[in-house]
């Protein structure tokens, strides 16, 4: 069994991965970055990076599930639920004035930050107003949310999340059991513009008034971090508002300059008028 | 002794005393970082840290994500997040799926401490009703590091401990109060 690669074989996957597929993880966080590579090998069980290399190269259909075991997952609904209560209380109602508006997810994840979202624009009565575009640097996981069906252990979690969001009604109204597995009510999504993308700089949407972009800083590296930052603030209008996870910083001097801070505990932000 | 530059304590909820009382005496010079994961409630992000920060004169912290390590903290893992020690000295934080039904994951803190600080880090685990850390300690004692677990007989729980002696050879099985005396030597060393 494979417990530990070394960080010239790490550069090694992620040198295949620039040059077969144009996918640059070159700044990303190093111990999540090697842990995802090492748990992708013993679920796939491949026996070393060599073998590993050859098969990202050689067979696209085992590269696009690579991706799908190396992207992150969300793991629960309604995480950090005063931030959910803060977007419906406080952000909705400060951008449904207007006739239509976007919402971003720059990585939608496996897609419960997603549903989440969606849940709370449902029950406020603007699911239709708003385009919400979700992009993932994996094939895979945007079928699988599309696909809507996550492991039932977690509706416990997914369930009291939601009643501390204090939401209007019972989760269990948002999904049916099927094989014991929690089917999500997929016409949520129906609306939704998945963006499948080799990078977060590429194929973004234009004007967007929200990006929810939550516990993904924390898989860059501070340089790369920076430079994520900046491309979101070119995203979003004027006025906009971006998210981030309660443990990320918008701490650069930069930063700090073209946003003001909304919510601090919750990591709202708000794009500056000038 | 090695020359140790930080110290990794993992522990449960229901080491909450033991981990105050150390606290409590140590003296706000001390000099090296002390990392802390410590099972502890998900949905409840506030309190933990107020509460430990009662009781130490060092400051005890959360990490935000990519903070640098300084020396005399102490860093306690924050809720439902993993905390990574980073090679260059840094905290990442993680919300991979949990470990052990744990996050923070006692194992990968212990790890990825042990990567980064090698020969030079003391690992405690002390108290707790969950294998989780034992591997963690391993790992400490494979890369050359100092391991020691809360002496089972005085653990509230001891299924932590226990279960990291069956796993790894121990240096140390020390009670509440050799811990403490073991923090002050390595200080002054």
Known sequence: MIEEIGIIEVRKIVSTLLERYEIDLQDYSMTSLKRRFILSMLENKVKNVDELVNKIISNPQFFEKFMFDISINDTEMFRDPSLWRVIRNEIIPKVEAQLTFKIWMPDCGSGEELYSLLIILKEEGILDKVKVYASNLSRKKIEFIKEGVYEIKRDDVNSANYERAKCNNDFSEYYTLVNNRMKMDTSLVDNVEFIHTNSIFKKSPEGVKLIIFRNHLIYLNKTLQNKVIEHLQSILLTGGFLIIGVKELLNTIDAERKFKVINDSERVYQKNLY | ?189
Not at chain 2, 43 to 62: N, Q
Not at chain 2, 90 to 103: D, G, I, K, Q, Y
């Open chain 2, 1 to 189: 002794m090695n020359d140790i530059k930080a110290v990794m304590i993992g522990g449960s909820a229901g080491s909450f005393q033991v981990v105050t009382k150390i606290l409590a005496s140590l003296p706000k010079d001390y000099k090296l970082p002390i990392f802390m994961c410590l099972h502890r409630l998900k949905h409840v992000r506030s309190g933990f840290v107020e509460a430990l920060s009662i009781k130490s004169e060092m400051p005890v912290i959360e990490p935000f994500d990519k903070d640098p390590i300084r020396p005399g903290v102490i860093y306690l893992a924050p809720a439902n997040y993993h905390m990574y020690i980073e090679a260059d000295k840094r905290f990442s934080l993680s919300t991979e799926e949990p470990v052990n039904h744990s996050r923070p994951s006692i194992d990968l803190s212990f790890y990825t401490a042990a990567y980064a600080y090698k020969s030079k880090l003391a690992g405690i685990i002390l108290s707790g009703a969950n294998r989780d850390g034992a591997k963690g300690l391993k790992a400490v004692k494979d890369n050359g590091g100092i391991t020691i677990v809360q002496d089972p007989k005085e653990a509230q729980v001891d299924t932590m401990p226990s279960s990291a002696m069956a796993l790894t050879s121990i240096d140390y099985v020390y009670s509440t109060d050799q811990i403490i005396s073991f923090l002050k030597k390595i200080n002054n060393a």
